[in-house]
Each structure stands twice: as C-alpha cells, then as structure tokens.
C-alpha cells in the first residue's frame, strides 16, 4: 500500500467513526462531566450508533441514494449542527438545559 493510501483509511476512519460522535458527547455530557477515556470511547460508540440509522432513514424515507457525496454532506451536518448547538450554548444564546 502507498502511503497516500494509508493516510486517506485513518483520516476517513476518523471523520466517520470519531468526530460525529465526539461532537454529540459535548451535547449529551458537559465540558468536565466525564473524562478523556470515557469521551473517547463514548464518541466511537455515539458515531457507530447514529450515523448509519440517519444515512438508511433518509434513503428510506426521502429516497436520497446512498453515494459517497450525500454520505459525506450527512456526516458533515450530523456533525455540525451539535458545534453549532454548543457554540450557541457557551455564548448563551440558548440556555443549558434546552441542551441536556
């Protein structure tokens, strides 16, 4: 294997079975609520469980094909929209426990 090759399985690996989760567990458990470990394995386990039930939900029930675009774009909102809820949560713009 190249190099190159290498590089793209851990970083996709990561943006799919890593980062969603992780920005959920910052929505579900506060900034010093459980430490490192438990966030990590937390974050494996919160992606493993939600962004294969959202890519078959919308495929099934809005018809959108699963390709490697609409995955990605998926993935990209499933982890943007808890750093927006968090960012609006620090500044204050919603209170804590419309997030908990």
């Known amino acids: 294997m190249e190099i190159i090759e290498i590089l793209r399985i851990i970083a996709g690996s990561i943006f799919v079975l890593f980062i969603p989760?992780?920005?959920?567990?910052?929505?579900?458990?506060?900034r010093d609520e459980i430490d490192v470990i438990e966030r990590i394995a937390l974050?494996?386990?919160?992606?493993?469980a939600i962004l294969p039930l959202v890519v078959f939900y919308l495929s099934y029930l809005l018809g959108i094909?699963?390709?490697l675009i609409?995955?990605?774009?998926?993935?990209?909102?499933?982890?943007l929209i808890p750093a927006a809820l968090y960012i609006a949560k620090n500044l204050g713009v919603i209170p804590d426990k419309l997030t908990r």
């Open 21 to 30: 989760g992780l920005a959920w567990s910052f929505i579900f458990f506060g």
């Open 65 to 67: 094909r699963i390709t």
């Open 43 to 48: 974050s494996f386990g919160l992606s493993i």
């Open 70 to 79: 609409n995955s990605t774009i998926i993935i990209l909102l499933i982890t």
